[in-house]
């Protein structure tokens, strides 16, 4: 194959196969940027849930597209000048067909969750689930960089128990009960005899 149609293949070939690289949103990855990093984690409940589109942000196609487009177009026929156009013209197109390329294949389905948090605060984050959080799960709210929603896996602290009252030092009341009283039955007047 000729040196001028193998390099444009190969250069579209490459640019095809990183723009399928794309990030994760899934709660259950962590960018290696994130992980032994400490972060707050809040307790909540989800309050409402709907499906969205994730979409990457295209720099991998772009840059992967723009360099494919500059060796292409650096093989225009008509001497080095021609060719410095020809590259720098590839290098636009294929930085545009690139990004878009990335954006089409890198799109995800996810969900953005609302929850409500203990002091009544409402958070969103969108992420990737292969089904939707049901509404009122208690869930973790992990804040930060790579935010992320998780099922509450955790036990909640046990409130310390009321201590019993030290009867010692307490005050000794003592009351009057009133004195009961008899009840004397009355007097009956003699009844008559009968006739």
Same mark, same amino acid.
């Given at each position: 194959? +000729? *040196? *001028?149609?193998? @390099?444009?293949?190969?250069a579209?070939?490459?640019?095809w196969?990183?723009?399928?690289?794309?990030? =994760?949103?899934?709660?259950?990855?962590y960018?290696? #940027?994130?992980?032994?990093?400490?972060?707050?984690?809040? !307790? $909540?409940v &989800?309050?409402?849930t !709907?499906?969205?589109?994730?979409?990457?942000?295209?720099?991998?196609?772009?840059?992967?597209?723009?360099a #494919?487009?500059g060796?292409? $177009?650096?093989? %225009? +026929?008509? $001497?080095?000048?021609?060719?410095?156009?020809? %590259? &720098?013209?590839?290098?636009?197109?294929?930085g545009?067909?690139? =990004?878009?390329?990335?954006?089409t294949?890198?799109?995800t !389905?996810g969900?953005?969750?609302?929850?409500?948090?203990?002091?009544?605060?409402?958070? =969103?984050?969108a992420?990737t689930? *292969?089904?939707?959080? +049901?509404?009122?799960?208690?869930? @973790?709210?992990i804040?930060g960089?790579?935010? !992320?929603?998780?099922?509450?896996y955790t036990?909640?602290?046990a409130?310390? %128990?009321?201590? %019993?009252?030290?009867?010692?030092?307490?005050? &000794?009341v003592?009351?009057q009960?009133?004195q009961?009283?008899?009840?004397?039955?009355?007097a009956?007047?003699?009844?008559?005899?009968?006739?």
């Amino acid at each position: 194959m +000729p *040196r *001028r149609t193998l @390099l444009p293949l190969l250069a579209l070939s490459l640019s095809w196969g990183l723009a399928g690289c794309t990030q =994760s949103y899934s709660p259950n990855t962590y960018a290696a #940027a994130a992980a032994q990093q400490a972060a707050k984690v809040e !307790r $909540g409940v &989800i309050v409402g849930t !709907r499906p969205v589109m994730i979409s990457p942000s295209g720099a991998v196609g772009a840059v992967t597209g723009g360099a #494919a487009g500059g060796v292409a $177009g650096s093989q %225009a +026929p008509g $001497g080095p000048l021609a060719s410095a156009f020809g %590259a &720098i013209g590839g290098t636009l197109v294929g930085g545009l067909v690139g =990004s878009a390329t990335a954006q089409t294949a890198g799109d995800t !389905r996810g969900f953005e969750y609302i929850v409500q948090e203990k002091g009544g605060h409402l958070v =969103s984050v969108a992420q990737t689930d *292969r089904t939707a959080l +049901p509404l009122g799960l208690h869930v @973790l709210v992990i804040a930060g960089k790579q935010a !992320r929603i998780v099922p509450d896996y955790t036990v909640e602290p046990a409130k310390p %128990a009321k201590p %019993a009252p030290d009867l010692a030092a307490a005050p &000794i009341v003592v009351t009057q009960l009133p004195q009961p009283v008899l009840a004397v039955p009355a007097a009956t007047a003699p009844s008559a005899p009968a006739p």
